[in-house]
T-cell receptor, first 111, second 114 residues
Framework: EDQVTQSPEALRLQEGESSSLNCSYTVSGLRGLFWYRQDPGKGPEFLFTLYSAGEEKEKERLKATLTKKESFLHITAPKPEDSATYLCAVWYGGATNKLIFGTGTLLAVQP | ETGVTQTPRHLVMGMTNKKSLKCEQHLGHNAMYWYKQSAKKPLELMFVYSLEERVENNSVPSRFSPECPNSSHLFLHLHTLQPEDSALYLC?????????????FGPGTRLTVT
């Protein structure tokens, strides 16, 4: 069965304490993997697209990496404003586009 | 501000009511999407429109009826909903070329069905 699993469900960090979020997937024909950030009461905000294993993307304190089975979102020296739910989604399929989202990781960064 | 607006932001409706959700994008994009977001569940893609034509309908019940009169506007018409339809309904848009899922989301409409 095609699925996307994010872990942990929730993560509490102290300001400056680096960590990683995981997105594992089991789909056929990966075409892209996306990371979004969602703040309470708002829609998801696009962060990154990764297209192939070995690819990395960075934005401020965030770095996303991709392997053939999973993606990591590394957060370096997080700040309280990084607190949000981080969503991953997988785009896959051959002739037809398919998209599955994970359930997200709720990150809380305490000062 | 993402350039995608949704109205209303909150909606409470009875099961026999008819209402519509509106989405407008100011980004010059060609594709628009409706999603449903329920607590503890993944985002569910409901409908996809590309250049005003529906290209995807993911087995959504007929009590949800989308309309895309032009590439900037998208509606979701609701009728005889069920309590389990209570959720956050998100609209998104994308350029429509290349990666179809590099999307920009609106803030959502929080729908409660009583």
């Amino acid at each position: 069965e095609d699925q996307v699993t994010q872990s942990p469900e929730a993560l509490r960090l102290q300001e400056g304490e680096s960590s990683s979020l995981n997105c594992s997937y089991t789909v056929s024909g990966l075409r892209g993997l996306f990371w979004y950030r969602q703040d309470p009461g708002k829609g998801p905000e696009f962060l990154f697209t990764l297209y192939s294993a070995g690819e990395e993307k960075e934005k401020e304190r965030l770095k996303a990496t991709l392997t053939k089975k999973e993606s990591f979102l590394h957060i370096t020296a997080p700040k309280p404003e990084d607190s949000a739910t981080y969503l991953c989604a997988v785009w896959y399929g051959g002739a037809t586009n398919k998209l599955i989202f994970g359930t997200g990781t709720l990150l809380a960064v305490q000062p | 501000e993402t350039g995608v607006t949704q109205t209303p932001r909150h909606l409470v409706m009875g099961m026999t009511n008819k209402k519509s959700l509106k989405c407008e994008q100011h980004l010059g994009h060609n594709a628009m999407y409706w999603y449903k977001q329920s607590a503890k569940k993944p985002l569910e893609l409901m409908f996809v429109y590309s250049l005003e034509e529906r290209v995807e309908n993911n087995s959504v019940p007929s009590r949800f009826s989308p309309e895309c009169p032009n590439s900037s506007h998208l509606f979701l018409h609701l009728h005889t909903l069920q309590p389990e339809d209570s959720a956050l309904y998100l609209c998104a848009s994308s350029p429509g070329t290349g990666n179809p899922y590099e999307q920009y989301f609106g803030p959502g409409t929080r729908l409660t069905v009583t």
